[in-house]
């Protein structure tokens, strides 16, 4: 099975989703400056890598986590990502998570600032606050991405 988080940017909230997956970071606390700056991909993918799928890792159970820069193409990249997915893996299963209605403002003006203004300071501060405000929904959204996983793997695919 493959599981692919995706965002605006495919930096921020879908690589701490994509983290929090694999264990990278602690859904219990949450992350420091250091953890989120050491995070692969952490507000480090450039414009040039938008609608560019990057692996990130395997989970417990040896299914692949990816995640995706989209913009603003949320409903379009889920149904072209799944029906290719159907359409060249055998069984196609997998899910799609928009991690897009975690975010809050500072994560998004932190973003801008960041990525497209280039003022990374200011934007990494942002990013950091908005991150840490948010990171319990977030723990919330990867757990339920993670039932919904056990619930389609639960089904017997004939």
Not at 92 to 118: E, K
Request: net charge positive; glycine share 10%.
């Amino acid at each position: 099975m493959k599981i692919l988080y995706h965002c605006f940017g495919g930096t921020h909230s879908s690589v701490l989703a994509a983290a929090l997956h694999l264990r990278l970071l602690d859904p219990r606390r949450r992350p420091s400056d250091s953890e989120l700056k050491t995070l692969p991909f952490f507000d480090k993918r450039a414009g040039s890598d938008y609608g560019r799928i990057a692996f990130y890792g395997r989970d417990e159970q040896g299914r692949e986590i990816w995640i995706l820069g989209r913009l603003g193409y949320a409903r379009v990249t889920e149904g072209v990502f799944s029906s290719l997915l159907h359409a060249l893996i055998e069984n196609g299963r997998q899910l799609l998570v928009d991690t897009t209605p975690i975010l809050n403002w500072q994560m998004r003006v932190g973003g801008y600032l960041s990525r497209r203004a280039r003022w990374k300071r200011i934007g990494f501060f942002l990013i950091a606050q908005g991150t840490r405000k948010a990171y319990p929904r977030l723990v919330q959204l990867v757990k339920q991405a993670e039932e919904e996983i056990d619930r389609i793997e639960g089904l017997t695919v004939r």
